[in-house]
């Protein structure tokens, strides 16, 4: 393939806005020229007329186009070339009569020159010009998608919630959106990415105020294509990435062999400090039951031990309060798994229902309670997102 490249000046006026090439070039069997406007991403406005043997393309802007020497550009096909008077026309003169076969692909406007006998079907694109329109289409798209998400985020209005927990062998992190959400999660070493195609800040305060060994590092970053959560790991960190539904999202981190151990020591402790203050409790009771007179026993306590006890529920400055009134101390542990808050109490001491209020019903739609041997397990289907907290007063 011979190939000769040609500089055209395209004018609006006097100033010349457009600059553009001419590529003619020798193709298997045929003869082709190439009109490439750089500046823009289209074609001005043209008309290409081919009679006796004058191929003439017209513009609706003046050209000025000096030409080389047509017959050594592409001798089997052109003989001469120059420019209309005004400036708004180009004329080849032809060598032997041709059938014209036009094509466009953005600002490229390809002119092929075909033999008389010419068979088959016309001459594509070059494979590389294909891939270009191809790969421009797809980054309209996206440009496209883009535009409509950040459109719906100023409708919608996304939030992400942050929810950071400690668990014995793991760390938990839960990103909770208030609308559906499309997330992405990688890694790269030591560097953990999480996208969410909202363009929306993701407030961090909640991980960053209590990093834990395992994440050295966190930052936001937000764009026209979403939000990203950038995590700086400690080497051979293996996160795990779910989520259960559209809006929640977790992310899961293995503590190391030595946390998980003291994690495990001091759980021991406390259970073994709890026994003896349950141990001390109980030689308390004795000896309170022993000084007690005959008579006096149903004034000693109201709440006869082994039976059901029943949830209090009351609001205190905006804050919902759930009190079990155990008759002994009870370990317990609370957690939060998508809008259902679940609570888990190491006693076989049945738990009733509490008595519907207007407290509850401003948190909860649901309440209910499941017994399994020596565990009474309770589950609060949440109505709106809200933090939960657990603490001992007493023996509640």
Do not use: C
């Given at each position: 393939?011979?190939?000769?490249l040609?500089?055209?000046?395209?004018?609006?006026g006097v100033?010349?806005?457009?600059?553009?090439?001419?590529?003619?070039?020798?193709?298997?069997?045929?003869?082709?020229?190439v009109?490439?406007f750089?500046?823009r991403?289209?074609?001005?406005?043209?008309?290409?007329?081919?009679?006796?043997?004058?191929?003439?393309?017209t513009?609706?802007?003046?050209?000025?186009?000096?030409?080389?020497?047509m017959?050594?550009?592409l001798?089997?096909?052109?003989t001469v070339?120059?420019?209309?008077?005004d400036?708004k026309g180009v004329?080849?003169g032809?060598?032997?009569?041709?059938?014209?076969?036009?094509m466009e692909?953005?600002?490229?406007?390809?002119?092929?020159l075909?033999?008389?006998?010419?068979?088959?079907?016309p001459?594509?694109?070059?494979?590389?010009v294909?891939?270009?329109?191809a790969?421009?289409?797809?980054?309209?798209e996206?440009l496209?998608?883009?535009?409509?998400?950040?459109?719906?985020?100023?409708?919608?209005?996304?939030?992400?919630?942050?929810?950071?927990?400690?668990?014995p062998?793991f760390?938990r992190?839960e990103?909770?959106?208030s609308t559906?959400t499309?997330?992405?999660?990688?890694?790269?070493g030591?560097?953990a990415?999480i996208n969410?195609d909202?363009?929306?800040?993701?407030?961090?305060y909640?991980l960053?105020a209590?990093?834990?060994s395992?994440?050295?590092?966190a930052?936001?970053s937000?764009?026209?294509a979403?939000?990203s959560?950038?995590l700086?790991?400690?080497a051979?960190?293996?996160?795990?990435?779910?989520?259960?539904?559209?809006k929640?999202?977790?992310?899961?981190?293995?503590?190391?062999?030595?946390?998980?151990d003291?994690?495990?020591?001091t759980?021991?402790?406390?259970?073994?400090?709890?026994?003896?203050l349950?141990?001390?409790?109980?030689?308390?009771?004795?000896?309170?039951s022993?000084?007690i007179?005959?008579?006096?026993?149903?004034?000693a306590?109201?709440?006869?031990?082994?039976?059901?006890?029943t949830?209090?529920?009351?609001?205190?400055?905006?804050?919902?309060?759930?009190?079990f009134?155990?008759?002994?101390?009870?370990?317990?542990?609370?957690?939060?798994?998508?809008?259902?808050?679940?609570?888990?109490?190491?006693?076989?001491?049945?738990?009733?229902?509490?008595e519907?209020?207007?407290?509850?019903s401003s948190?909860?739609?649901?309440f209910?309670?499941?017994?399994?041997?020596?565990?009474?397990?309770?589950?609060?289907?949440?109505?709106?997102p809200?933090?939960?907290?657990?603490?001992?007063?007493?023996?509640s």
């Amino acid at each position: 393939m011979v190939a000769v490249l040609l500089w055209l000046v395209l004018a609006t006026g006097v100033v010349a806005d457009d600059r553009a090439q001419l590529q003619a070039t020798k193709e298997a069997g045929f003869g082709r020229l190439v009109l490439e406007f750089s500046d823009r991403l289209d074609l001005p406005k043209y008309k290409i007329v081919y009679d006796n043997n004058v191929l003439a393309v017209t513009f609706d802007e003046a050209v000025r186009l000096p030409l080389a020497d047509m017959a050594t550009t592409l001798p089997d096909y052109l003989t001469v070339g120059r420019v209309d008077p005004d400036g708004k026309g180009v004329r080849f003169g032809l060598r032997r009569p041709v059938t014209i076969h036009s094509m466009e692909a953005g600002e490229k406007l390809f002119i092929d020159l075909l033999p008389a006998g010419w068979q088959g079907l016309p001459p594509s694109m070059p494979p590389r010009v294909i891939a270009e329109l191809a790969q421009r289409a797809k980054d309209a798209e996206i440009l496209a998608e883009q535009r409509r998400k950040a459109e719906e985020a100023r409708s919608l209005n996304p939030r992400a919630t942050l929810h950071v927990g400690r668990n014995p062998t793991f760390y938990r992190v839960e990103f909770d959106w208030s609308t559906d959400t499309k997330a992405e999660f990688k890694q790269d070493g030591t560097t953990a990415t999480i996208n969410f195609d909202w363009p929306v800040a993701v407030d961090l305060y909640a991980l960053k105020a209590d990093l834990p060994s395992e994440i050295q590092g966190a930052a936001n970053s937000v764009g026209v294509a979403g939000s990203s959560v950038i995590l700086t790991l400690m080497a051979g960190v293996t996160p795990r990435f779910y989520s259960p539904d559209a809006k929640h999202f977790t992310l899961d981190i293995d503590l190391t062999s030595a946390e998980v151990d003291q994690n495990r020591t001091t759980a021991e402790a406390a259970a073994k400090a709890a026994e003896e203050l349950a141990a001390q409790e109980a030689a308390k009771q004795a000896a309170s039951s022993s000084s007690i007179e005959p008579g006096q026993e149903a004034m000693a306590s109201d709440h006869t031990p082994g039976t059901a006890i029943t949830p209090k529920i009351e609001e205190v400055s905006g804050t919902v309060r759930v009190d079990f009134p155990f008759e002994r101390d009870t370990a317990a542990a609370v957690f939060r798994r998508g809008n259902a808050l679940w609570m888990l109490f190491d006693t076989p001491t049945l738990i009733n229902q509490p008595e519907q209020s207007e407290a509850l019903s401003s948190i909860a739609s649901a309440f209910t309670v499941t017994g399994a041997g020596e565990t009474q397990v309770v589950r609060v289907d949440l109505s709106t997102p809200k933090l939960a907290t657990l603490a001992s007063e007493g023996r509640s």
